[in-house]
C-alpha cells in the first residue's frame, strides 16, 4: 500500500510539472508578442493600408492583411461545413456502424489531418496551373478549404459516434427516414460543429505555407475573387524579415492582433459550445 501510495505522489507530481511547462511555454509565447507587439498597435495601423513606404517604416497599416485573412477564413470555414456536415451524416447514420467504406473513409481523413499545410499549397498550387490560374483570393480559399476539411470531418464525427444508439433508434420506430434522423442528429453534434469550427478557424487563420503558394500577397483589398490577397501570417513573415527595426515592430504588433482575433474566436466558439450542450440527450 505504501509502494502504491508512493507510486502515486510521484505521478501527480509530474501531472503538474507538465501542466506548469505547458503553461510556461504559452506564456512565455503570449508575454513576448505582447511586450513587443503592444507598443505599436495602433488604431491608425488597423484601420489604414500599407502606404507607399510602409516597409522601410513609414506610415501605413495592416488593413489589407486583416481584411484578407477574415475573407479568406469565412469562406473556406463555410465551405468546409457544407461538404463535412454531408460526409459525417453519411458514415453515422446511412452506412451501418462496422462498415468497412465508413473505416476507410475514417483513416483517409486521420491522414489528410497529419499533412502539412505546404503540401495542400503545392497541391493546389498544381490544380491552379492546371486550369491557368493566378494567385488570388479564390485560391487562398480553395487550398484553405482542402486544409480545414479533415479537421472538419474528424472532430464531427468524434461527437456524432457518441450520439445514443437508442436515440437512432426510437427515430426509426417512429417512422422517421433516414433524412429526417440526421435533423435529430444534427442537433446532438452542436457542440461538435462549433469545436470543429474552432479548430478549423485556428488552424486557417494562422496557416502561411498553404496561401503563399495560392493567394499571393498585395498592398490593396481584395474585390473580387480573381485578385490576389494579403493574409495576417504572411504580414508578420515579410515584415519580421525586415532589416529595419520599426517594421519588426509593427510585425510583432500584426502578431498581436491575430493572437487577439484568435482569442475572440475561440471565447465565441466556447459560448456557442456551451449553449447547445445544455439540449445534449447523454
Known amino acids: 500500500m505504501k509502494m502504491k501510495f508512493i507510486e502515486e505522489k510521484i505521478f501527480n507530481v509530474l501531472m503538474v510539472l507538465a501542466t506548469l511547462v505547458v503553461f510556461g511555454f504559452f506564456a512565455s509565447i503570449v508575454w513576448t508578442i505582447v511586450r513587443s507587439g503592444f507598443p505599436t498597435l495602433t488604431w491608425e495601423m488597423i484601420t489604414s493600408l500599407p502606404g507607399g513606404g510602409f516597409y522601410l517604416g ?3 497599416g495592416i488593413l489589407n492583411a486583416i481584411v484578407g485573412s477574415l475573407l479568406i477564413v469565412f469562406f473556406s470555414a463555410s465551405l468546409g461545413l457544407l461538404i463535412s456536415i454531408p460526409i459525417v451524416f453519411y458514415i453515422n447514420v446511412y452506412l451501418r456502424k462496422k462498415s468497412k467504406l465508413g473505416y476507410f473513409t ?8 497529419g499533412i502539412p499545410s505546404i503540401v495542400y499549397g503545392a497541391f493546389a498550387f498544381t490544380i491552379m496551373i492546371f486550369f491557368g490560374l493566378k494567385t488570388s483570393l479564390l485560391g487562398g480559399i480553395i487550398v484553405i478549404t482542402l486544409l480545414i476539411i479533415p479537421i472538419f470531418v474528424r472532430s464531427m464525427d468524434e461527437v456524432a459516434k457518441s450520439v445514443p444508439k437508442d436515440l437512432l433508434d426510437a427515430a426509426y420506430s417512429l417512422g422517421a427516414t433516414k433524412l429526417e434522423t440526421c435533423k435529430i442528429v444534427i442537433r446532438q453534434i452542436m457542440p461538435g460543429i462549433a469545436t470543429a469550427t474552432l479548430l478549423s478557424i485556428g488552424r486557417a487563420i494562422g496557416d502561411s505555407a498553404g496561401v503563399l503558394f495560392t493567394a499571393g500577397f ?17 504580414s508578420v513573415f515579410f515584415q519580421l524579415s525586415s532589416p529595419i527595426p520599426e517594421v519588426r515592430e509593427r510585425a510583432y504588433a500584426a502578431a498581436l492582433l491575430l493572437t487577439i482575433i484568435v482569442l475572440i474566436l475561440s471565447v465565441g466558439a466556447r459560448l456557442i459550445t456551451n449553449r447547445f450542450s445544455k439540449h445534449r440527450i447523454q
Open 58 to 60: 513609414k506610415e501605413g
Open 106 to 113: 475514417r483513416l483517409s481523413f486521420d491522414v489528410l489531418y
Open 218 to 234: 498585395t498592398d490593396n483589398i481584395p474585390t473580387s475573387f480573381n485578385q490576389p490577397a494579403a493574409t495576417l501570417p504572411l
